[in-house]
């Protein structure tokens, strides 16, 4: 395959005899580039300098101030000069096995003759060389026929050494909730959608001179001369699929990476190209996203932040703040229990919320490690209060899309609230719908097992996701929580409020509890209290908090229940 790609190669010519060097070069200019050196310091300088083009060395043995032994020597001890073919040319044949032992690839004897027998030699040499770097990746994609990410990236390589474009666009496409057309419109139509994309990509490279190539899953590449109108590269890829899916629409976005600097590898540059990508994941408004400073000050943050991540959880820089959460369909609103958030103290960059680190670490798979370190925090806290006040105060956690495909997690997480003397009861674990929808097999037969542990499951943002009202019904919960997207909007009898009194019809149908979360005016409140809402969590009742100002509700509710008692007992 790097034959089509139809590019002169580089050769560097070693020799110190001018007769020889003429010769040599007169064999391959047809179909090379040349560029010599005459001595063993003036080629070190030589590859150094032209490491990244040269397909080949012919390298003279016999020369002045270093020989070609000590420029083998030194090639075979660097990690990428050693990747370079050279051909020892020398009238010495009992040098052959030692320079096979410091890298040589082949031999040519002088004098030089049968020249048609030389370029052969040369051009297979040249051939193994970059079939080498190509023979562990597969080179296409059995669905789309694209190249693979690993054949994309070593193809983009050595067009890169190979093309004197002035500027390339790195540039990296999505399909938004991807998984949704699978779940809604069966595997067959999301396969569909992929190949029509994957056609769109392959007649745009060709089009434009450039490279196109699969990167797993929906992800697509394009690597291609700067210049384009990525609106319109947008509305070519997406001609016609709607009509594969019956007139749903595909939401696709485009991250890009202009005009890219060549000093960096091609992974990092199509890293850039995904992280402008993924700035705009779930805004349906914008569909395209250009790479600069900005996302690179945030990527650099976000670098930090990775790796700083696990100092931070062994220094105890992590803090939990509790939410509470008020039941208020008895004759008074009463402390019902709370939501854990963390917050990162960093020593350097302050407090961060949430929003900062969270998505940051999901995406990492290292939210894992933080999850399990609030786990613990909350269930010791919930245990000192259980203790200090006599009150039961069930805390909801998060259980990320991570945490489920972690290995034994029903066992951890019982490990961990039996390690601090509480029951299962007292931590509510939850679970985004999105979770829910994106591997419902996988998620559900993990819950039910949490269940029969004891634990209660949340539904975290219901209403955002894309549920069937079918798979509603099939899922193990025991509380419904509703988005505070829905509660912000609500008055009395506008569309919002209709949506949020359809969820609490279906919660009560399905015999489960409904909590809404941002509730913060009077008028939200009494709108959810006569639709029937069972609890709310919000800036109506509190911030939240840290343990030691959360304590002063506990210390409230414990009045209002002892002025209860004693009310009952006169």
């Known amino acids: 395959m790097v034959s089509q790609l139809n590019v002169r190669r580089t050769i560097l ?3 110190d005899e001018p007769i020889n060097r003429k010769m040599l070069e ?3 200019k047809d179909s090379y580039d040349v560029i010599f050196a005459t001595d063993g310091l003036k080629t070190i300088d030589v590859i150094r300098e032209n490491s990244d083009v040269i397909s080949l060395i012919l390298l003279d043995l016999m020369m002045p101030d270093m020989d070609g032994y000590e420029v083998l020597e030194f090639m075979h001890n660097d990690k990428i000069l050693k990747q370079i073919p050279v051909i020892v040319c020398t009238t010495e044949r009992e040098s052959e096995v030692r320079c096979f032992k410091l890298g040589a690839v082949d031999f040519i004897s002088k004098p030089f003759s049968h020249p048609m027998v030389i370029r052969a030699r040369i051009d297979r040499a040249i051939e193994l060389r970059e079939g080498r770097g190509l023979i562990h990746a597969t080179q296409n994609d059995a669905l789309t026929g694209l190249l693979t990410h690993d054949f994309f990236m070593e193809y983009s390589h050595f067009r890169d050494m190979h093309y004197a474009t002035p500027g390339m666009d790195a540039i990296v496409f999505n399909v938004n909730r991807f ?11 999301g396969d569909d959608v992929l190949i029509k994309i994957g056609d769109s990509i392959k007649h745009i490279a060709r089009d434009r001179g450039g490279i196109s190539g699969r990167g797993g899953a929906d992800e697509f590449l394009l690597y291609i001369p700067s210049g384009s109108d990525y609106d319109e590269l947008l509305k070519e890829i997406g001609r016609g699929l709607e009509d594969i899916l019956n007139n749903s629409r595909v939401y696709l976005r485009m991250g890009i990476y202009r005009n890219v600097n060549t000093d960096i590898s091609v992974e990092h540059r199509f890293d850039k190209a995904r992280v402008a990508c993924n700035s705009i994941r779930g805004n349906y408004n914008i ?34 703040y509790y939410q509470p959460k008020y039941a208020i369909q008895g004759d008074r609103d009463s402390l019902y229990g709370a939501e854990a958030l963390v917050r990162w103290e960093h020593p350097e960059l302050g407090l961060l919320r949430p929003d900062k680190f969270v998505p940051l670490f999901e995406d990492n798979g290292l939210i894992h490690q933080l999850d399990h ?19 039961k105060i069930p805390v909801s956690v998060n259980v990320s899309r991570v945490d489920i495909g972690a290995p034994n997690l029903e066992e951890e997480i019982f490990t961990t609230v039996q390690n601090n003397w509480i029951s299962p009861g007292m931590l509510n674990l939850e679970i985004t719908e999105s979770a829910y929808t994106e591997n419902s097999d996988q998620i559900i037969n993990v819950v039910k097992s949490l269940r029969e542990r004891g634990f209660a499951i949340e539904m975290d943002d219901f209403g955002t996701g894309y549920s069937s009202l079918n798979m509603i019904t099939s899922l193990p919960i025991d509380i419904l929580k509703l988005d505070m997207q829905f509660v912000k ?10 949506m949020v009194e359809l969820m609490i019809d279906i919660a009560r149908s399905l015999k489960v509890k409904v909590v809404a979360e941002g509730v913060e005016t009077k008028e939200q409140y009494d709108l959810l209290k006569a639709a029937g809402c069972d609890v709310i969590q919000g800036f109506y009742f509190s911030m939240p908090c840290v343990p030691k100002e959360f304590e002063k509700l506990i210390e409230k509710e414990n009045g209002e229940l002892q002025r209860e008692v004693e009310e009952a007992l006169q």
């Open 287 to 320: 569909q395209s996203a250009i790479y600069d400073e900005d996302m690179h000050d945030k990527e650099a943050l976000n670098e930090r932040l990775i790796n700083d991540m696990a100092r931070g959880i062994k220094e105890r820089q992590f803090t939990v």
């Open 373 to 391: 370190y609030v786990w613990d925090e909350v269930s010791k806290q919930v245990g000192e209060w259980m203790v200090n006040y006599d009150l």
């Open 179 to 189: 998984h949704l057309i699978n779940e809604l419109q069966g595997r067959r139509a």
């Open 13 to 15: 010519i070693v020799e």
């Open 489 to 498: 909007n609500i008055h009395e009898g506008n569309k919002d409020m209709k």
């Open 26 to 28: 007169n064999i391959v």
